[in-house]
């Protein structure tokens, strides 16, 4: 009796090679772009916010670090910035909510079809992180998709506007996070 321990054939080749731009493309084709799961355990968004502006996206330039995650009782988000060309220009955020949080974050991410860029992975030759993003569901599905290295990595319709208004319109209506965006105070 004979076992065939691996398969013989040739397998299409999983190195990934840079294009003719130097971006390699590490993204997962049959990841779901749909999640069935409703309850959201987890939301972490890191993102290059340097090139945003106050006159017109209302927030200061910054790295930026949204999370939410589910604790014992309710939720705990972080709301976190900051700038390395100026130092004095930075926050870090915390607040403890109820469980609320959850589902209402999980209707927001629903709402702007979040789970399109699970799977995208890519990494281009410009140094810095343009995005990271993790969510995770109760199932255990999740929402997987970073970019790094310059604004040609970033895929198609990519926005965190939208993610940064809400968690700062959260920790506004807690009291936690005033309307000090143009005062030249240390928060958004």
């Known amino acids: 009796m004979q076992f065939k321990f691996f398969n013989k054939k040739r397998r299409k080749d999983r190195r990934r090679f840079p294009d003719e731009a130097g971006v390699t493309d590490y993204s997962n084709e049959?990841?779901?772009k749909s999640i069935l799961s409703e309850e959201l355990l987890s939301?972490?968004?890191k993102f290059d916010g340097t090139a945003l502006s106050e006159e017109?996206?209302?927030f200061q330039p910054g790295y930026y670090h949204l999370n939410l995650k589910k604790v014992r009782g309710g939720a705990r988000m972080v709301l976190a910035m900051v700038n390395p060309a100026i130092p004095t220009i930075g926050y870090l955020k915390e607040l403890q909510?109820?469980?609320e949080a959850l589902p209402?974050?999980?209707a927001f991410v629903r709402s702007h079809d979040l789970a399109r860029f699970n799977g995208f992975h890519k990494v281009g030759p410009a140094p810095g992180e343009q995005f990271s993003l993790d969510v995770r569901y109760g199932s255990e599905e999740k929402i997987s998709a970073s970019a790094e290295g310059g604004a040609e990595v970033l895929p198609e319709g990519w926005d965190p506007i939208p993610y940064l208004q809400y968690f700062a319109e959260v920790f506004r209506?807690?009291?936690e996070l005033g309307?000090?965006?143009r005062s030249g105070e240390q928060k958004p």
Do not use: K
Request: hydrophobic share 35%.
């Open 56 to 58: 017109t996206d209302g």
């Open 30 to 32: 049959r990841a779901p």
């Open 43 to 45: 939301f972490d968004l």
């Open 104 to 106: 209402a974050l999980e």
């Open 173 to 175: 209506a807690a009291g």
């Open 97 to 99: 909510t109820g469980e």
């Open 179 to 181: 309307d000090e965006r």
